[in-house]
T-cell receptor, first 115, second 112 residues
Framework: DSGVTQTPKHLITATGQRVTLRCSPR?????VYWYQQSLDQGLQFLIQ???????AKGNILERFSAQQFPDLHSELNLSSLELGDSALYFC??????????????FGSGTRLTVV | GENVEQHPSTLSVQEGDSAVIKCTYS??????FPWYKQELGKRPQLIID?????GEKKDQRIAVTLNKTAKHFSLHITETQPEDSAVYFC???????????FGKGTMLLVSP
């Protein structure tokens, strides 16, 4: 157990639907990162939150949004789902925000299948 | 933004051989370079990292080297074992940002 908890582990939904992925960071970590992993795309950065505030955005679609709550857990919302959104979504956490140089701890991921 | 290139995409070796995976980065300000191992169906796990003020770091059979001038860093695995088979990702981050930019990964296959 890495200490980063992601739920659910698997999600199957239809096109056009909306889903919410949840992540609880490792105790003491203030930053949460969301990554999308497709078969041929490696680990694509979506968004980062630090202590409740959005800090960096990657290639996140407008149909996707995220937030980090006061207890530091984070949710990634995916709406108007398309077949191409099927992927493994990882949450990771780290202590730092601006100093850089911190390794991430990844959760076990949520496998999303859009049918 | 930072761009990380990783080679090769696939690497097959015999058990006991050495394996080398290379990465290049674009932002000369990058100062932190971790490597992650991802086994099939599992989460990426940090196996070793190096900072820009160090040229080499070793941890048992794993070593990482950094050439700041050439902006490249490499992962070296010696005496490979079948359990080393996995996808390995390199990454880089710059001061002021804790976001990691990952390479596309190398699938390492170690045959008994």
């Amino acid at each position: 157990d890495s200490g980063v908890t992601q739920t659910p582990k698997h999600l199957i939904t239809a096109t056009g639907q909306r889903v919410t992925l949840r992540c609880s960071p490792r105790s003491g970590d203030l930053s949460v990162y969301w990554y999308q992993q497709s078969l041929d795309q490696g680990l694509q950065f979506l968004i980062q939150y630090y202590n409740g505030e959005e800090r960096a955005k990657g290639n996140i679609l407008e149909r996707f949004s995220a937030q980090q709550f006061p207890d530091l857990h984070s949710e990634l919302n995916l709406s108007s789902l398309e077949l191409g959104d099927s992927a493994l979504y990882f949450c990771a956490s780290s202590f730092g925000q601006t100093r850089g140089g911190y390794g991430y701890t990844f959760g076990s991921g949520t496998r999303l299948t859009v049918v | 933004g930072e761009n990380v290139e990783q080679h090769p995409s696939t690497l097959s070796v015999q058990e006991g051989d050495s394996a080398v995976i290379k990465c290049t980065y674009s932002d000369s300000a990058s100062n932190y370079f971790p490597w992650y191992k991802q086994e099939l169906g599992k989460r990426p796990q940090l196996i070793i990292d190096i900072r820009s003020n160090v040229g080499e770091k070793k941890d048992q059979r794993i070593a990482v080297t950094l050439n700041k001038t050439a902006k490249h860093f490499s992962l070296h695995i010696t005496e490979t074992q079948p359990e080393d088979s996995a996808v390995y990702f390199c990454a880089a981050s710059t001061p002021g940002y804790s976001t990691l930019t990952f390479g596309k990964g190398t699938m390492l296959l170690v045959s008994p």
